[in-house]
């Protein structure tokens, strides 16, 4: 099994930054792909960026050029970092991890809440 445990969700203006952190443990070296969904109130969860199987990035275009998702492999962490952030940002952000190729993640975090005021 792998934990994820997210962290640095909260209250932002519009234009502001938040960074993200999701730690994982346990058996990590069964990790194929990290990533990072959100959902707001109403809506369906949705992919924002992820590490594809050639360790390039992968982002949501509303997202694109605002958002940036890195992982320090020492510390088992992978970090979203949101800039210029707007109101239709807020949502909770899970962190999400694949043990293989599968389009639904395998492995869950429980959430952080991002909000952004306007």
């Known amino acids: 099994q792998v934990q994820l445990v997210e962290s640095g969700g909260g209250l932002v203006q519009a234009g502001g930054s938040l960074r993200l952190s999701c730690a994982a443990s346990?058996?990590?070296?069964?990790?194929?792909?990290v990533g990072w969904f959100r959902q707001a109130p109403g809506k369906e969860r949705e992919l924002v960026a992820r590490f594809t199987w050639n360790d390039s990035a992968y982002y949501e275009d509303s997202v694109k050029g605002r958002f940036t998702i890195s992982r320090d492999n020492a510390k088992n962490t992978v970090y979203l970092q949101m800039n210029s952030l707007k109101p239709e940002d807020t949502a909770v952000y899970y962190c999400?991890?694949?043990?293989?190729?599968?389009?639904?993640?395998?492995?869950w975090g429980q959430g952080t809440q991002v909000t952004v005021s306007s």
């Open positions: 999400a991890a694949w043990a293989g190729l599968t389009i639904t993640p395998t492995y």
């Open positions: 346990g058996r990590t070296f069964s990790i194929y792909s």
